[in-house]
Protein backbone atom coordinates (compact mmCIF):
# COMPACT_ATOMS: atom_id res chain seq x y z
CA UNK A 1 0.00 0.00 0.00
CA UNK A 2 1.13 3.86 -1.00
CA UNK A 3 1.74 5.93 2.10
CA UNK A 4 -0.85 8.57 1.61
CA UNK A 5 2.04 11.27 2.55
CA UNK A 6 4.35 10.01 0.08
CA UNK A 7 4.84 12.66 -2.67
CA UNK A 8 3.65 12.76 -6.80
CA UNK A 9 7.68 11.50 -7.46
CA UNK A 10 7.73 8.88 -4.95
CA UNK A 11 4.56 7.20 -6.25
CA UNK A 12 5.51 7.44 -9.67
CA UNK A 13 8.94 5.78 -9.01
CA UNK A 14 7.14 2.87 -7.64
CA UNK A 15 4.40 2.61 -10.24
CA UNK A 16 6.65 3.10 -13.28
CA UNK A 17 9.19 0.71 -14.58
CA UNK A 18 12.68 1.19 -13.85
CA UNK A 19 13.84 4.35 -15.84
CA UNK A 20 16.62 2.38 -18.02
CA UNK A 21 13.96 -0.71 -18.81
CA UNK A 22 11.84 2.76 -20.22
CA UNK A 23 14.79 4.08 -22.55
CA UNK A 24 15.32 0.86 -23.71
CA UNK A 25 11.71 0.83 -25.19
CA UNK A 26 12.34 4.03 -26.54
CA UNK A 27 15.79 2.79 -28.17
CA UNK A 28 13.65 0.38 -29.95
CA UNK A 29 12.15 3.09 -31.91
CA UNK A 30 15.42 5.80 -32.19
CA UNK A 31 17.27 2.77 -33.57
CA UNK A 32 15.08 2.67 -36.65
CA UNK A 33 15.93 4.28 -40.06
CA UNK A 34 14.62 7.86 -40.03
CA UNK A 35 11.89 8.84 -43.28
CA UNK A 36 14.14 9.94 -46.29
CA UNK A 37 12.37 13.49 -46.46
CA UNK A 38 13.60 14.24 -43.00
CA UNK A 39 17.34 14.53 -44.30
CA UNK A 40 16.00 18.12 -44.76
CA UNK A 41 14.65 19.62 -41.64
CA UNK A 42 18.22 17.98 -40.14
CA UNK A 43 21.37 17.31 -41.06
CA UNK A 44 22.12 15.07 -38.42
CA UNK A 45 19.33 12.91 -40.01
CA UNK A 46 21.10 10.30 -42.35
CA UNK A 47 19.44 10.52 -46.05
CA UNK A 48 19.71 6.56 -46.36
CA UNK A 49 16.24 5.33 -47.20
CA UNK A 50 14.69 3.41 -44.74
CA UNK A 51 13.44 -0.35 -44.40
CA UNK A 52 9.85 -1.08 -45.01
CA UNK A 53 8.28 -1.37 -41.65
CA UNK A 54 4.82 -2.93 -40.94
CA UNK A 55 3.51 -1.18 -38.04
CA UNK A 56 -0.17 -2.99 -37.07
CA UNK A 57 -3.27 -0.68 -35.75
CA UNK A 58 -3.27 -2.85 -32.39
CA UNK A 59 0.33 -1.62 -31.24
CA UNK A 60 -1.56 1.75 -30.77
CA UNK A 61 -3.94 2.91 -27.77
CA UNK A 62 -6.63 4.77 -28.56
CA UNK A 63 -4.71 8.20 -28.58
CA UNK A 64 -2.13 7.02 -30.84
CA UNK A 65 0.50 5.80 -28.90
CA UNK A 66 3.08 2.54 -29.12
CA UNK A 67 3.32 1.20 -25.67
CA UNK A 68 7.11 2.95 -25.34
CA UNK A 69 5.27 6.09 -25.83
CA UNK A 70 3.20 5.77 -23.02
CA UNK A 71 5.76 5.34 -20.47
CA UNK A 72 7.70 7.94 -21.97
CA UNK A 73 4.65 10.67 -21.51
CA UNK A 74 4.24 9.08 -17.98
CA UNK A 75 8.36 9.80 -17.56
CA UNK A 76 7.72 13.31 -19.00
CA UNK A 77 4.61 13.89 -16.34
CA UNK A 78 7.24 12.09 -13.74
CA UNK A 79 9.73 14.86 -13.94
CA UNK A 80 7.13 17.43 -14.25
CA UNK A 81 6.39 16.01 -10.75
CA UNK A 82 9.70 17.03 -9.25
CA UNK A 83 11.72 18.80 -11.68
CA UNK A 84 14.78 18.00 -9.34
CA UNK A 85 14.63 14.58 -11.00
CA UNK A 86 15.61 16.27 -14.62
CA UNK A 87 19.30 17.24 -13.20
CA UNK A 88 20.06 14.22 -11.25
CA UNK A 89 18.43 11.63 -13.63
CA UNK A 90 20.00 11.26 -16.77
CA UNK A 91 18.35 8.36 -18.04
CA UNK A 92 15.12 10.25 -17.50
CA UNK A 93 16.16 13.18 -19.31
CA UNK A 94 17.10 11.17 -22.12
CA UNK A 95 14.17 9.41 -22.23
CA UNK A 96 12.02 12.07 -22.38
CA UNK A 97 14.23 13.61 -25.20
CA UNK A 98 14.61 11.02 -27.38
CA UNK A 99 11.03 11.13 -27.38
CA UNK A 100 10.91 14.68 -28.21
CA UNK A 101 13.11 13.79 -31.07
CA UNK A 102 10.74 11.40 -32.51
CA UNK A 103 7.68 13.63 -31.53
CA UNK A 104 9.60 16.95 -33.95
CA UNK A 105 9.78 14.24 -36.82
CA UNK A 106 6.35 13.05 -36.40
CA UNK A 107 5.45 17.04 -36.35
CA UNK A 108 7.40 17.69 -39.56
CA UNK A 109 6.20 14.90 -41.89
CA UNK A 110 3.17 13.30 -40.47
CA UNK A 111 3.81 9.28 -39.78
CA UNK A 112 7.87 9.86 -39.42
CA UNK A 113 7.76 8.47 -35.79
CA UNK A 114 9.18 5.08 -36.67
CA UNK A 115 6.25 3.38 -35.10
CA UNK A 116 6.57 5.56 -32.14
CA UNK A 117 3.02 7.17 -32.80
CA UNK A 118 0.42 6.64 -35.00
CA UNK A 119 0.58 8.89 -38.17
CA UNK A 120 -2.96 10.33 -37.32
CA UNK A 121 -1.61 11.59 -33.81
CA UNK A 122 -2.83 15.06 -32.98
CA UNK A 123 0.05 17.83 -34.14
CA UNK A 124 -1.21 19.49 -30.68
CA UNK A 125 -0.17 16.26 -29.19
CA UNK A 126 3.51 16.51 -30.32
CA UNK A 127 3.34 20.11 -29.64
CA UNK A 128 2.84 19.75 -25.65
CA UNK A 129 5.61 16.66 -25.58
CA UNK A 130 8.35 19.11 -27.08
CA UNK A 131 7.68 21.34 -25.03
CA UNK A 132 7.50 19.38 -21.72
CA UNK A 133 10.97 17.98 -23.08
CA UNK A 134 12.86 21.24 -23.58
CA UNK A 135 10.97 22.64 -20.34
CA UNK A 136 12.58 19.73 -18.83
CA UNK A 137 16.00 20.24 -20.49
CA UNK A 138 16.29 23.99 -19.69
CA UNK A 139 15.47 23.00 -15.96
CA UNK A 140 18.17 20.80 -15.80
CA UNK A 141 20.76 22.74 -16.98
CA UNK A 142 20.16 25.58 -14.90
CA UNK A 143 22.32 23.58 -12.11
CA UNK A 144 25.10 23.94 -14.79
CA UNK A 145 24.46 27.79 -15.27
CA UNK A 146 28.57 28.55 -14.00
CA UNK A 147 31.26 26.12 -15.06
CA UNK A 148 34.70 26.94 -16.04
CA UNK A 149 36.21 26.28 -18.73
CA UNK A 150 38.13 23.54 -17.06
CA UNK A 151 35.04 22.03 -16.68
CA UNK A 152 33.99 21.61 -20.77
CA UNK A 153 38.06 20.36 -21.18
CA UNK A 154 37.10 17.58 -18.30
CA UNK A 155 33.76 16.60 -20.17
CA UNK A 156 35.31 16.69 -23.55
CA UNK A 157 37.86 14.09 -21.84
CA UNK A 158 35.22 11.72 -20.78
CA UNK A 159 33.83 11.96 -24.08
CA UNK A 160 37.00 10.71 -25.45
CA UNK A 161 37.23 7.77 -22.55
CA UNK A 162 33.78 7.02 -22.65
CA UNK A 163 33.75 6.83 -18.73
CA UNK A 164 30.45 6.92 -17.51
CA UNK A 165 31.35 6.43 -14.19
CA UNK A 166 33.17 9.85 -13.91
CA UNK A 167 31.57 13.21 -13.58
CA UNK A 168 28.43 14.97 -12.94
CA UNK A 169 25.07 14.25 -14.14
CA UNK A 170 25.48 16.58 -17.17
CA UNK A 171 28.68 14.88 -17.76
CA UNK A 172 26.99 11.76 -17.45
CA UNK A 173 24.44 12.67 -19.65
CA UNK A 174 27.02 14.07 -22.68
CA UNK A 175 29.00 10.91 -22.53
CA UNK A 176 25.63 8.58 -22.69
CA UNK A 177 24.97 10.35 -26.02
CA UNK A 178 28.04 10.31 -27.25
CA UNK A 179 28.14 6.62 -26.82
CA UNK A 180 25.00 6.23 -27.82
CA UNK A 181 26.03 7.41 -31.43
CA UNK A 182 27.37 4.04 -33.00
CA UNK A 183 25.97 3.96 -36.84
CA UNK A 184 24.14 5.20 -39.48
CA UNK A 185 20.70 5.60 -38.59
CA UNK A 186 21.76 6.45 -34.69
CA UNK A 187 20.77 9.96 -35.23
CA UNK A 188 18.51 10.81 -32.23
CA UNK A 189 21.21 10.56 -29.53
CA UNK A 190 23.48 12.62 -31.76
CA UNK A 191 20.36 15.38 -32.06
CA UNK A 192 19.97 15.31 -28.69
CA UNK A 193 23.62 15.69 -28.02
CA UNK A 194 23.80 18.74 -30.25
CA UNK A 195 20.64 20.22 -28.31
CA UNK A 196 22.21 19.80 -24.83
CA UNK A 197 25.30 20.87 -25.50
CA UNK A 198 24.22 23.87 -27.47
CA UNK A 199 21.60 24.99 -25.17
CA UNK A 200 24.15 24.40 -22.24
CA UNK A 201 26.37 27.11 -23.88
CA UNK A 202 23.78 29.19 -24.21
CA UNK A 203 22.37 28.75 -20.96
CA UNK A 204 25.88 29.18 -19.09
CA UNK A 205 26.77 31.92 -20.74
CA UNK A 206 29.86 30.18 -22.04
CA UNK A 207 32.30 32.48 -24.75
CA UNK A 208 34.80 31.57 -27.37
CA UNK A 209 37.23 29.94 -24.87
CA UNK A 210 34.72 26.77 -23.87
CA UNK A 211 33.24 26.51 -27.35
CA UNK A 212 36.79 26.26 -28.85
CA UNK A 213 36.99 23.38 -26.07
CA UNK A 214 34.49 21.51 -28.53
CA UNK A 215 35.20 22.92 -31.73
CA UNK A 216 38.90 20.97 -31.35
CA UNK A 217 37.47 18.03 -30.32
CA UNK A 218 34.76 17.89 -33.34
CA UNK A 219 37.73 18.55 -35.35
CA UNK A 220 39.73 15.61 -34.05
CA UNK A 221 36.84 13.29 -34.55
CA UNK A 222 36.28 14.26 -37.88
CA UNK A 223 40.09 14.00 -38.87
CA UNK A 224 40.65 10.32 -36.88
CA UNK A 225 37.60 9.55 -39.29
CA UNK A 226 38.80 10.59 -42.46
CA UNK A 227 42.29 9.42 -41.33
CA UNK A 228 40.96 5.75 -40.75
CA UNK A 229 38.23 5.60 -43.21
CA UNK A 230 38.56 2.68 -45.67
CA UNK A 231 41.12 0.78 -43.11
CA UNK A 232 40.60 -2.31 -41.01
CA UNK A 233 38.18 0.05 -38.46
CA UNK A 234 35.20 -0.72 -38.04
CA UNK A 235 32.47 0.99 -40.82
CA UNK A 236 29.93 2.04 -38.35
CA UNK A 237 32.84 3.42 -35.75
CA UNK A 238 34.15 5.59 -38.17
CA UNK A 239 30.41 6.72 -39.32
CA UNK A 240 29.67 7.32 -35.54
CA UNK A 241 32.90 9.53 -35.33
CA UNK A 242 31.67 11.62 -38.40
CA UNK A 243 28.30 12.13 -36.75
CA UNK A 244 29.72 13.13 -33.28
CA UNK A 245 32.20 15.77 -34.79
CA UNK A 246 28.80 17.10 -37.09
CA UNK A 247 26.89 17.19 -34.07
CA UNK A 248 29.70 19.42 -32.22
CA UNK A 249 30.14 21.26 -34.93
CA UNK A 250 26.52 22.29 -35.26
CA UNK A 251 26.27 22.92 -31.03
CA UNK A 252 29.06 25.21 -31.26
CA UNK A 253 28.93 27.17 -34.44
CA UNK A 254 26.85 30.14 -33.10
CA UNK A 255 29.09 31.18 -30.69
CA UNK A 256 32.08 30.86 -32.71
CA UNK A 257 30.67 31.53 -36.50
CA UNK A 258 32.53 35.29 -36.27
CA UNK A 259 35.73 33.81 -33.92
CA UNK A 260 39.06 33.42 -36.25
CA UNK A 261 39.04 29.47 -35.07
CA UNK A 262 36.18 29.00 -36.81
CA UNK A 263 37.62 30.16 -39.89
CA UNK A 264 40.47 28.09 -39.64
CA UNK A 265 37.91 25.40 -39.12
CA UNK A 266 36.11 26.08 -42.31
CA UNK A 267 39.18 26.15 -44.46
CA UNK A 268 40.66 22.80 -43.15
CA UNK A 269 37.23 21.18 -43.67
CA UNK A 270 37.59 22.83 -47.15
CA UNK A 271 40.70 21.53 -47.54
CA UNK A 272 40.13 17.91 -46.39
CA UNK A 273 37.00 17.86 -48.66
CA UNK A 274 39.65 18.34 -52.25
CA UNK A 275 41.60 16.02 -51.00
CA UNK A 276 38.73 13.07 -51.53
CA UNK A 277 39.55 11.30 -54.90
CA UNK A 278 36.23 10.47 -57.07
CA UNK A 279 36.69 6.83 -56.31
CA UNK A 280 36.18 7.79 -52.63
CA UNK A 281 33.74 9.97 -53.03
CA UNK A 282 30.88 7.56 -51.52
CA UNK A 283 33.29 6.29 -48.41
CA UNK A 284 34.83 10.18 -47.70
CA UNK A 285 33.01 12.66 -49.72
CA UNK A 286 29.63 12.39 -47.78
CA UNK A 287 30.91 13.06 -44.48
CA UNK A 288 33.31 15.71 -45.81
CA UNK A 289 30.59 17.23 -47.86
CA UNK A 290 28.20 17.11 -44.65
CA UNK A 291 30.75 18.59 -42.15
CA UNK A 292 31.67 21.52 -44.84
CA UNK A 293 27.96 22.17 -45.45
CA UNK A 294 27.08 22.66 -41.58
CA UNK A 295 29.91 25.57 -40.87
CA UNK A 296 28.56 27.84 -43.64
CA UNK A 297 27.47 30.37 -41.45
CA UNK A 298 23.90 31.18 -41.75
CA UNK A 299 22.56 33.70 -44.56
CA UNK A 300 21.87 36.47 -42.59
CA UNK A 301 25.18 36.65 -40.89
CA UNK A 302 28.36 39.05 -41.55
CA UNK A 303 30.58 36.29 -41.26
CA UNK A 304 32.31 35.28 -44.46
CA UNK A 305 32.40 31.43 -45.49
CA UNK A 306 35.47 30.95 -47.13
CA UNK A 307 37.69 32.90 -49.26
CA UNK A 308 36.21 33.06 -53.24
CA UNK A 309 39.60 31.31 -54.63
CA UNK A 310 38.95 28.42 -52.26
CA UNK A 311 36.04 27.95 -52.78
CA UNK A 312 36.40 27.76 -56.63
CA UNK A 313 38.75 24.91 -56.09
CA UNK A 314 36.34 22.89 -54.31
CA UNK A 315 33.46 23.53 -56.84
CA UNK A 316 36.02 22.67 -59.17
CA UNK A 317 37.00 19.44 -57.23
CA UNK A 318 33.63 18.12 -56.63
CA UNK A 319 32.36 18.60 -60.31
CA UNK A 320 35.39 16.60 -61.09
CA UNK A 321 33.55 13.82 -59.66
CA UNK A 322 30.71 14.30 -61.31
CA UNK A 323 32.74 13.70 -64.73
CA UNK A 324 35.22 11.17 -63.77
CA UNK A 325 34.79 7.31 -64.92
CA UNK A 326 33.22 6.75 -61.35
CA UNK A 327 30.46 9.33 -61.93
CA UNK A 328 28.16 5.68 -62.51
CA UNK A 329 29.35 4.58 -59.21
CA UNK A 330 28.37 7.39 -56.89
CA UNK A 331 25.51 7.19 -54.38
CA UNK A 332 22.48 9.16 -54.95
CA UNK A 333 23.56 11.01 -51.51
CA UNK A 334 26.61 12.46 -52.92
CA UNK A 335 24.64 14.47 -55.44
CA UNK A 336 22.23 15.57 -52.98
CA UNK A 337 25.22 16.68 -51.16
CA UNK A 338 26.82 18.50 -53.47
CA UNK A 339 23.72 20.45 -54.25
CA UNK A 340 23.83 21.36 -50.78
CA UNK A 341 27.51 22.61 -51.46
CA UNK A 342 26.53 24.83 -54.14
CA UNK A 343 23.65 26.08 -52.33
CA UNK A 344 25.97 27.56 -49.57
CA UNK A 345 28.83 28.98 -52.17
CA UNK A 346 27.00 30.28 -54.30
CA UNK A 347 26.88 33.46 -52.99
CA UNK A 348 30.91 33.27 -52.64
CA UNK A 349 31.49 32.85 -56.36
CA UNK A 350 28.41 35.00 -57.42
CA UNK A 351 30.45 37.78 -58.97
CA UNK A 352 33.21 35.09 -60.52
CA UNK A 353 32.08 33.58 -64.14
CA UNK A 354 33.17 30.18 -65.21
CA UNK A 355 32.71 26.56 -65.65
CA UNK A 356 31.59 26.15 -61.89
CA UNK A 357 27.37 27.22 -63.47
CA UNK A 358 27.44 24.63 -65.76
CA UNK A 359 28.03 22.08 -62.84
CA UNK A 360 25.70 23.83 -60.79
CA UNK A 361 23.02 24.04 -63.54
CA UNK A 362 23.78 20.73 -65.09
CA UNK A 363 22.91 19.38 -61.29
CA UNK A 364 19.90 21.30 -60.78
CA UNK A 365 18.77 20.07 -64.19
CA UNK A 366 19.42 16.20 -63.33
CA UNK A 367 17.71 16.39 -59.90
CA UNK A 368 14.03 18.15 -61.66
CA UNK A 369 14.24 15.41 -64.33
CA UNK A 370 14.67 12.90 -62.05
CA UNK A 371 11.89 14.46 -59.70
CA UNK A 372 9.66 14.36 -62.91
CA UNK A 373 10.27 10.60 -64.00
CA UNK A 374 9.22 10.34 -59.98
CA UNK A 375 6.20 11.74 -59.97
CA UNK A 376 4.86 10.44 -63.16
CA UNK A 377 5.69 6.72 -61.86
CA UNK A 378 3.10 7.57 -59.31
Keep these: MIDPAASTSDIAGRILPDTSHIQQLVAEYTSRPPNVTLTIVDPLIPAAAEDEQEVLSSAFDAHGRAKAARLAEAAIAYIRSDRSLASTNPTLLQTVMSARALAQDALA ?71 GIKGQADDVAARTLRDVLGRHLRQSGAGEREAEVWLAFGLSKAETSERFRGSSESADKLTADSTLSLAVLLAVKPFLVEAKSF ?22 GIPALKLLVASAPPADAAAVFIPQQRAMFVLRHVAGWLSSDEADDLDEEVEYRIAGLYTVLAPVV ?29
Design 109 to 179: VPGASRGFLNATIAPSYLEEIIREAEGALSFSLSAFDEVTTDWHKSSVELVKKGDLTAGDSLQKLIVTLSQ
Design 263 to 284: ETAQNRLASSLSGVPARQANEK
Design 350 to 378: QSMPGAHWDSMFDLIETGLDVSVHDSLQY
